[in-house]
Nanobody, 128 residues
């Protein structure tokens, strides 16, 4: 069983930055693709970014976050990060990290259904 704990959320003004962290338990972190998703009040959960365990850590981004958000991982620390810059009020949401099973071989890490483990989420609020 993998446990994921997010941190780093908070209140920030529009144009500001935040860095979210997601610490994972277990020994197989380096073999799992990791993703970030978000859910705003009254809206469906949406994909933010993902980073593969293979292919040199290939990254994936939602179009609206590309160029503003950066996902990275530190396998030695069992942690995945989401650096968020140029934040906008519409980025306000609960941000959750997710992990696939080890040796994930799927082709669409943008889909929430590809992930087996989820954190509780951290609130990000961007004021205008």
């Amino acid at each position: 069983q993998v446990q994921l704990v997010e941190s780093g959320g908070g209140l920030v003004q529009a144009g500001g930055s935040l860095r979210l962290s997601c610490a994972a338990s277990g020994r197989t972190f380096s073999l799992s693709t990791m993703g970030w998703f978000r859910q705003a009040p009254g809206k469906e959960r949406e994909f933010v970014a993902a980073i593969s365990w293979a292919n040199g850590g290939r990254t994936y981004y939602a179009d609206s976050m590309k160029g503003r958000f950066t996902i990275s991982r530190d396998n030695a620390e069992n942690t995945v990060y989401l650096q968020m810059n140029s934040l906008k009020p519409e980025d306000t949401a609960i941000y959750s990290c997710a992990a696939t099973r080890p040796y994930y071989g799927g082709t669409n890490p943008r889909r929430a259904s590809e992930y087996d483990y989820w954190g509780q989420g951290t609130q990000v609020t961007v004021s205008s």
